[in-house]
């Protein structure tokens, strides 16, 4: 039997209350699935949406139990901090790999019998142009979202045949976590220079690219960093 692309799904997405997270709530429940999302606090988002608690930056999670199937999962936490190595202290580096990996696989693993419930489930993760390009004061970036691609390879293949596991790699995007990056028109000038599509992402567009991977359209791809950065890993204008 062929799947509708209409009929009402759930999606649980961590950290969906702010920016990539909060697009990616709302056109969900445009599109009439029902969205449970897992933040610090729920913000601006509909009152039909589900929220829980969690607080991805702690040592200790606390899942809220579901009995449901869910047809999808995107982890959206994250974070960006730039400095040179050398200012980087072991803490430094546990916290990030805590935030962006640890809390990645504790919500999956907490949620993959809600995932094996439902048929052709989805999980997307998120990581960085960094992962693939070298630049200067990434290496808490570019470590931890390196991990995140492995991790996205190794389960697409244990989950596979029912659950899709893939990642978005965006570059710099306009979003609450980026804003000290965009907060002058000087350094969004250059923030879009860097880009061979002169532009910095939008939070809706990797939401509309993260909905697609959730989506029915998406069933036969499994295994891939879709890298949503602008051309920035892959051309060069000269």
């Known amino acids: 039997m062929i799947e509708s692309s209409t009929t009402q799904k759930t999606f649980l997405i961590a950290g969906g209350s702010s920016g990539i ?22 913000k601006s988002l509909s009152e039909t949406i589900t929220h829980h608690s969690v607080d991805f930056s702690e040592d200790v999670l606390s899942f809220p139990e579901l009995e449901m199937p869910l047809h999808g999962i995107a ?20 916290a990030d790999f805590s935030l962006n990996v640890l809390g990645a696989t504790e919500t999956i ?17 998120v990581s960085s142009v960094a992962a693939t390009i070298g ?13 995140i691609e492995g991790l996205t390879k190794t389960l697409a293949a244990e989950l596979a045949p029912n659950i899709n596991v893939n990642a978005i790699a965006p570059s710099l ?18 923030g879009m220079g860097r880009h061979p599509m002169q532009q910095v992402g939008s939070a809706y567009d990797m939401a509309q690219l993260i909905a697609f991977l959730l989506s029915i ?22």
Do not use: W
């Open 21 to 42: 997270g909060y697009q990616l709530s709302c056109i969900l429940e445009k599109e009439g699935h029902k969205v449970i999302v897992l933040s610090r606090n729920r």
């Open 75 to 94: 982890y959206l936490p994250g974070s960006i901090n730039l400095k040179p190595f050398k200012a980087f202290t072991r803490a430094d580096f546990i």
């Open 109 to 125: 693993k907490k949620y993959l019998p809600n995932l094996n419930k439902a048929s052709h489930s989805k999980v997307v993760l």
């Open 135 to 147: 630049m200067p004061y990434h290496a808490l970036v570019g470590a931890s979202k390196g991990a």
């Open 173 to 190: 995007t306009d979003t609450p976590m980026a804003e000290k990056f965009l907060n002058t028109e000087e350094k969004r000038n250059a």
């Open 217 to 238: 359209q998406a069933n036969f791809i499994s295994g891939q960093i879709i890298h949503a950065d602008g051309g920035m890993s892959s051309i060069r204008k000269f």
